[in-house]
């Protein structure tokens, strides 16, 4: 092979070369080495903006979990004991709308959740009962249980809420599905009656 072709061939980057050797346009090309004149094209980095709809559930419930949905605690009538078949009252007096507002991609981002239903764990094994309200205390009774047997027991409330937000007032964004916090778990003591005989004539 022709010494020219060969060096043609192996520096991949000059067009068709002269009987001198050399390669004519504006980067001239040398045999036997690389053209300090060829230029490196710079790569100039995107930046990226961010805009309202870049923003996801998934980053608002981390920034808002411990705020706007509170577990709601449990109370119990009577207070601390109870009776085996007595109808024990449970309800929750903190149930309420929670709204706050988060900054998110310098964006000002409203939350808010709404409890739609109540799952309450009576802590004695049974099944646990979801109702649409979050019970009354006495002389109500919207929420009952009675307990078959002497125990202590942990009573805890799930509360389900609805929730949306708002990045930068461009509407709001429902959540599919509801968001289940459980509260702190409330004890009561399971007591059993004894009869005692008494003398009526005493």
């Known amino acids: 092979m022709d010494p020219r072709e060969e060096l043609r061939i192996n520096t991949g980057i000059c067009g068709r070369m002269q009987p001198d050797g050399t390669v004519p346009g504006p980067t001239r090309c040398q045999p036997g080495g690389d053209d300090k004149r060829l230029t490196r094209q710079k790569i100039i980095p995107t930046v990226v903006i961010p805009r309202p709809e870049d923003i996801t559930w998934e980053e608002v419930r981390s920034e808002t979990k411990n705020v706007v949905f509170p577990g709601l605690s449990v109370k119990v009538q009577p207070k601390g004991k109870t009776l085996v078949n007595m109808a024990t009252i449970v309800y929750t007096d903190d149930s309420k709308v929670s709204t706050t507002t988060v900054t998110l991609l310098g964006f000002p981002v409203v939350v808010e959740a709404t409890p739609v239903s109540y799952t309450w764990d ?62 702190p778990t409330t004890l009561l003591q399971v007591r059993e009656a004894v009869p005692v005989l008494v003398d009526p004539g005493r």
């Open 122 to 183: 009576f802590g004695d094994g049974s099944p646990a009962v979801t109702t649409s309200t979050p019970g009354r205390p006495y002389p109500s009774a919207d929420i009952t249980h009675k307990y078959r047997k002497r125990q202590g027991v942990g009573i805890t409330v799930t509360t389900n809420y609805a929730a949306r937000f708002n990045v930068a007032d461009t509407g709001w964004q429902y959540i599919e599905g509801t968001v289940p916090i459980t509260g």
